[in-house]
């Protein structure tokens, strides 16, 4: 077995790493191409500020009251005994950490600004999972540091910036979500206002029914809003008139009809496909595929489809409008059933190198489209009748039909780098289980064997927690504990 002599000690970003492993895991001059650089730039990209809501007679409030949350300002340390309790006193934003772990340290003072920020407002806290390792696994903690939002008995895990400025607007909007009440004269505004949003209309027969569908739409965290009306006006426009409750998605800043409506039943049996088409119907037909949503869409459950047009900057005016228009032709034309599809563009200057590696996209002076499955780590560049996708209607929904049916041919989104580290996994795999059956066989008692922070993902948006290939699903797989395969290198 050989061993690396050299340390890996800089920085754990993902371009970093790689250009770490070229060094040692690939002999020089195998790589033809360049591996990809997803971050966007070296500093963090902070997060627009979320305004405070202002609260008035109409806003209706249905999560548990926080007047006696984070009275002190501080983070209050978690363990076995205390954790459960601190739940039940409202939302809290928790951090799992290991005191060895560099970016741990790093997040420390910021997460005690956090803390102080949110007085009277969210309550922070933490877990050191070098002292509570049970703990820990009941949370499904696999790598430092993680951090989770609870609230009405629904944990998300929170995947964004670790800026403070990043942290104060998730906390701010996610301890917001609120439930307006509104009637028909309001619906123009809120459709001016919000590019998607969420309308319940409800007679009033059953009093569980906004609590039931705020509890649910606890995972979206504040977005999109949820608005709330019993207005005649808007049942008699929108929904039929035996119909006592529906709860209905409009985007694009269009009121016509819905792009969907969902028809609450008595929970639980209807909380998994709420939660489901809740997830599937939060974004705009078209928008930007930035760093701020990446997560949010290549992560999104649902597991959607991307449509991404890699726009030079010439074409920075024209792409956004065009893709709109292409946008809400396919979502005319499919039907109410299937896999949802999303159209993005990405920032050709900015991502090129980026969208190069990952699928191929080379720099040009045209838009240039892609689709995605990021589920299964492949893309799709060719239509129907094996064309180049073209930026027009006919032939992205050509590609989309094709996808769609079985019939395009995927090619992988991994770079040659990323073959040989993935190739690895199954080793990973094998080590793993030899743990879980021969404990005393093992180094399981060493600190750095039990957990191991994240090297991220070859997604780079700011660095997930590891996961054990044997753990991740195709998608998380690409994520890897850079020491493990040091050492079996």
């Known amino acids: 077995m050989a061993v690396f002599v050299e340390m890996y000690n800089a920085d754990r970003e993902f371009h970093l790493l ?109 877990v050191d999972c070098e002292q509570h390792k049970a703990l820990c696994t009941s949370q499904s903690v696999t790598g430092f540091p993680m951090m989770f939002y609870y609230a009405n008995g629904v944990k998300t895990e929170y995947s964004g910036g670790r800026s403070y400025d990043q942290l104060v607007s998730f906390a701010e909007k996610a301890s917001n979500p609120n439930m307006q009440v509104i009637d028909a004269s309001e619906l123009d505004r809120v459709v001016r206002e919000q590019a998607v949003f969420y309308l319940l209309l409800h007679n009033g027969s059953d009093p569980h029914i906004v609590t039931d569908i705020a509890k649910a739409s606890s995972v979206l965290l504040g977005s999109p809003p949820i608005y709330v009306s019993t207005a005649a006006a808007l049942f008699q426009k929108y929904v039929p008139s035996s119909t006592s409750s529906a709860l209905l998605a409009f985007k694009d800043h269009d009121a016509r009809e819905p792009v969907s409506v969902f028809y609450p039943i008595p929970p639980p049996a209807s909380s998994a496909a709420l939660v489901q088409w809740l997830h599937t119907h939060r974004f705009s037909s078209s928008f930007e595929l930035s760093k701020d949503v990446f997560q949010q869409v290549m992560y999104a459950p649902h597991n959607p489809l991307v449509v991404i047009v890699a726009t030079p900057d010439s074409h920075r005016g024209t792409v956004p409008p065009k893709l709109a228009d292409i946008a809400q032709k396919w979502r005319l034309r499919k039907s109410a059933t299937g896999r949802e599809v999303v159209f993005t563009w990405m920032d050709a200057g900015t991502w090129g190198k980026w969208l190069k590696d990952m699928y191929g996209v080379k720099p040009g002076t045209a838009p240039a489209i892609v689709v995605a499955d990021h589920e299964r780590l492949v893309y799709y560049d060719r239509d129907a009748a094996g064309h180049e996708i073209a930026f027009n209607s006919v032939s992205i929904a050509s590609a989309l039909d094709a996808i769609l049916t079985g019939k395009a041919n995927p090619r992988q989104s991994r770079t040659v780098v990323e073959r040989v580290v993935h190739s690895l996994t199954g080793a990973l795999v094998r080590l793993e289980a030899s743990v879980v059956a021969h404990p005393y066989m093992t180094a399981a008692d060493h600190p750095r064997t039990h957990w191991r922070s994240c090297a991220g993902t070859s997604d780079g948006i700011d660095g997930r927690p590891c996961r054990l290939g044997g753990r991740a699903t195709a998608r998380q797989g690409r994520s890897y504990r850079l020491t493990s395969y040091l050492y079996m290198l």
Not at 99 to 126: D, F, S, V, Y
């Open 18 to 126: 790689i250009e770490f492993l070229n060094k040692h895991a690939e002999p020089k001059g195998t790589v033809d191409e360049a591996v990809p650089s997803p971050s966007p730039s070296q500093t963090e990209q902070e997060a627009a500020p979320t305004p405070t809501p202002t609260l008035t007679a109409d806003r209706l409030i249905v999560q548990t009251p926080r007047s006696n949350a984070n009275p002190s300002g501080t983070v209050v340390s978690l363990d076995a005994q205390t954790f459960d309790n601190f739940l039940t006193q409202g939302p809290a934003f928790v951090k799992f950490f290991a005191p060895w772990c560099g970016h741990c340290k790093k997040l420390a003072p910021t997460w005690i600004q956090l803390g102080r920020h949110m007085q009277h407002t969210l309550n922070i806290a933490e």
